[in-house]
């Protein structure tokens, strides 16, 4: 039965090797995917300081919490909101891009009402609308 040993061997070794030729593939794949191709910005990419904001869980203690207070001032101040952040905290936005002038007020409207959903929603908005007018590649 040495020849069946054999040719289990052969066998296994033509599996691992397709298996390792499969793997490369696999990897050229994702090595195309995620660097070869221009990635879309996040928010977190666009205004680092707002998406780790945003992402809080608001709980009903941080609600009334000065920390929130504070961050409510500052998302109504048009240099220190969302949309100013991306433009490094300048306000000149107000004036050269009416839809992020929008985006910018409709920020502080969700977050002054405390709406995650709509907050969630307008962040796509911005996301998306800066990725595509404001990226520069
Ligand atoms: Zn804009």
Request: charged share 20%; net charge positive; with cysteine.
């Amino acid at each position: 039965m040495i020849q069946g040993n054999d040719h289990e061997l052969i066998n296994y070794e033509q599996q691992q090797q397709q298996q390792q030729i499969k793997k490369q593939q696999e990897q050229l794949q994702y090595h195309n995917q995620y660097h070869h191709q221009p990635q879309p910005l996040l928010l977190s990419d666009i205004s680092p300081t707002w998406a780790i904001r945003l992402k809080k869980k608001q709980s009903h203690l941080f609600l009334a919490s000065l920390t929130r207070l504070r961050w409510l001032f500052e998302i109504i101040h048009p240099k220190k909101c969302v949309v100013a952040e991306a433009y490094g905290f300048s306000s000149s936005y107000t004036n050269n891009c009416a839809e992020c002038a929008r985006i910018g007020n409709r920020f502080s409207l969700y977050f002054a009402m405390y709406l995650p959903k709509k907050i969630e929603e307008n962040q796509q908005r911005f996301v998306k609308h800066w990725n595509e007018k404001h990226l520069k590649i």
